[in-house]
């Protein structure tokens, strides 16, 4: 198959880039190669013809999404709808990377694909814009990530949060982290390995969720990644008002799919997750044993 990764140099189309190189033609598109806000920019698509374009561009910053709407709805949701429009126009298939920000978080358990979002911030309002966009093409999947961490490290954001969380500990920083948000942390290589099944087992059009298996609080989340380096920060739980932030953020809003494993798709534990990622990343040694 032919298959066009926008954003191919972000955290997520770098892992993508990986997994489909080496039995697909792939065309890796870049920022400089196409403006997904721009129809025009999008006539590249024509041009390359691919099957599949897979869309992981967005304007991802939280915070910064509430002060700049209509740069966050250009990106995340008329770029949907350019890539959907234009991939209906080659009969190509649409994959449009989504977010645990379309739910409240009022669910108090993992959010699967049967339930209804209602998004509380202007990203995840956009994300969910882009969603419905890109449903204009039949041919598409949704697939809804959460809370990322990969090797290329998030572009704009600086890394992620393992490498932000291993930093300030080897600075001996103070490091507060919040305790009362939950989610399902995801490392992209598992999620981009995840998606190519979904391709090339022909799985029904939709909306899947692929997060790792399990979720914990950000706060947990930062205790494992020490454990596992055996760095011994001085770690310290917050609640989520102390951060004053702009953006409202969902209390717990970890994935679960109930539809992959109908399918004998099954993602690995986020514990299990992390270490494979601090093993790439050569932070830990792949024979370091395990407590």
């Not at 892992?15 to 196409?34: N, P």
């Not at 990622?277 to 024979?287: F, M, Q, R, S, T």
Request: with cysteine.
């Amino acid at each position: 198959m032919k298959i066009a990764i926008v954003g191919s140099t972000g955290q997520l189309g770098t892992d993508l880039m990986k997994v489909f190189q080496d039995e697909h033609e792939v065309i890796g598109l870049t920022h400089q190669d196409i403006e997904v806000t721009d129809s025009d920019s999008c006539l590249i698509l024509r041009k390359h013809h691919p099957d599949i374009i897979i869309n992981t561009a967005a304007f991802h910053k939280t915070d910064q999404c509430e002060e700049e709407p209509l740069k966050t709805f250009s990106v995340n949701a008329i770029g949907a709808r350019n890539i959907a429009t234009m991939s209906k126009e080659i009969k190509a298939t649409t994959i449009f990377i989504s977010t645990d920000f379309v739910f409240d978080g009022s669910k108090n358990e993992p959010y699967t694909e049967d339930d209804a979002p209602n998004p509380i911030n202007t990203y995840g309002i956009s994300k969910l814009a882009g969603e419905l966009y890109t449903k204009q093409n039949p041919k598409h999947y949704i697939l809804r990530l959460a809370s990322l961490f990969g090797v290329a490290g998030a572009s704009g954001k600086g890394g992620n949060f393992v490498e932000t969380m291993i930093t300030k500990a080897k600075r001996n920083e103070t490091i507060n982290v919040v305790d009362d948000m939950w989610m399902s942390p995801t490392y992209t290589k598992d999620a981009a390995t995840t998606l190519k099944k979904i391709i090339e087992s022909k799985l029904p059009f939709g909306t899947y969720h692929a997060t790792n298996q399990g979720y914990c609080t950000w706060f947990q989340f930062a205790k494992e990644i020490f454990k596992i380096t055996g760095i011994n920060p001085t770690l310290t739980p917050i609640k989520t008002e102390q951060l004053k932030m702009k953006a409202e953020r969902p209390r717990f809003s970890a994935l679960k799919s109930i539809k992959l494993p109908k399918y004998g798709i099954q993602m690995g534990g986020w514990k299990q997750a992390l270490r494979d990622y601090l093993i790439e990343k050569g932070h830990i040694h792949a024979n370091q044993p395990r407590e």
